[in-house]
T-cell receptor, first 113, second 111 residues
Framework: EPEVTQTPSHQVTQMGQEVILRCVPI?????FYWYRQILGQKVEFLVS????????KSEIFDDQFSVERPDGSNFTLKIRSTKLEDSAMYFC???????????FGDGTRLSIL | EDKVVQSPLSLVVHEGDTVTLNCSYE??????LLWYKQEKKAPTFLFML??SGIEKKSGRLSSILDKKELFSILNITATQTGDSAVYLC???????????WGAGTKLIIKP
């Protein structure tokens, strides 16, 4: 069964550095999402992406964050000037149409030191 | 403010028991309600509910939505240790297609 794949599985970074989290959505899916889950807290929506542009973003997704689909397969989340509070599990999701459920990758655990 | 509330937050039962997990919501422009199972990593999709009163089934799992009372339940019959996980409920709105998540129910099945 097709899967959403995320790399790396764990990223450790010094505070203030930039990180790029990578996702390969399911092939032929058109809608892409990033979520984060701080340890012990709810999953939170960050951003949705369709037709090569952001369609929605939450208050969390400020100028520190950006997303890109640099080629036909990858979907990346860039976090600039990382802070301690950016430490979380980051999930990528994709779906084919808005009438289908979102399918999630295994996540990247980001640890900011 | 839109919100999704799940109960109980945790539940411990013995193998073979039947469990019912609850999800209530207050979401403007409700579109659909989804159930996911989260073990160690990715939430895995279980059910997507859009219409009231129509039960969805998959093996020992079933779910139903009540759009009048604004809640859904997830039933698991004849539980097995492999059912141990966090069960997440999420609601999608027409306005922005975002998923609004509940805090999850941590289910532990004892042998």
């Amino acid at each position: 069964e097709p899967e959403v794949t995320q790399t790396p599985s764990h990223q450790v970074t010094q505070m203030g550095q930039e990180v790029i989290l990578r996702c390969v959505p399911i092939s032929n899916h058109l809608y892409f999402y990033w979520y984060r889950q701080i340890l012990g807290q709810k999953v939170e929506f960050l951003v949705s992406f369709y037709n090569n542009e952001i369609s929605e973003k939450s208050e969390i997704f400020d100028d520190q964050f950006s997303v890109e689909r640099p080629d036909g397969s990858n979907f990346t989340l860039k976090i600039r000037s990382t802070k301690l509070e950016d430490s979380a599990m980051y999930f990528c999701a994709s779906r084919g149409t808005v009438n289908q459920p979102q399918h999630f990758g295994d996540g990247t655990r980001l640890s900011i030191l | 403010e839109d919100k999704v509330v799940q109960s109980p937050l945790s539940l411990v039962v013995h193998e073979g028991d039947t469990v019912t997990l609850n999800c209530s919501y207050e979401v403007t422009n409700f579109r659909s309600l989804l159930w996911y199972k989260q073990e160690k990593k990715a939430p895995t999709f279980l059910f997507m509910l859009t219409s009231s009163g129509i039960e969805k089934k998959s093996g020992r799992l079933s779910s139903i939505l009540d759009k009048k009372e604004l809640f859904s339940i997830l039933n698991i019959t004849a539980t097995q240790t492999g059912d141990s996980a966090v069960y997440l409920c999420a609601v999608e709105a027409w306005s922005n297609y975002q998923l609004i998540w509940g805090a999850g129910t941590k289910l532990i099945i004892k042998p």
